[in-house]
């Protein structure tokens, strides 16, 4: 993984998830808590656990079908925010 710059918000954000999940990079983006939380408020997510959630609408499929889905999380013991695209199986 590589080391996160600062905090990416719209555009950018989905830019660097996209370029990300085309270089089959798992690497995560950091983000803003305002964007968590306009994105957390923007479609009801289908899987959240404190500090986490699954957007609720598929970015796109993987070539075997899998949605792939925005993750946004907390990053763990800090006050920082980051999200990434990961395949789900959800709905399946």
């Known amino acids: 993984m590589h080391a996160m710059n600062s905090p990416k918000v719209w555009l950018e954000l989905w830019a660097e998830m996209r370029q990300n999940w085309e270089n089959k990079s798992d690497a995560w983006v950091e ?14 997510p289908v899987a959240m656990i404190p500090g986490a959630f699954v957007m609720g609408e598929p970015w796109s499929t993987d070539s075997e079908g899998n949605y792939v889905h925005a993750i946004f999380a907390q990053k763990q013991g800090s006050n920082g925010w980051q999200c990434c695209l990961g395949r789900t199986s959800l709905y399946r």
């Open 31 to 44: 983000t803003t808590a305002e964007m968590f939380y306009d994105q957390l408020g923007a479609v009801y």
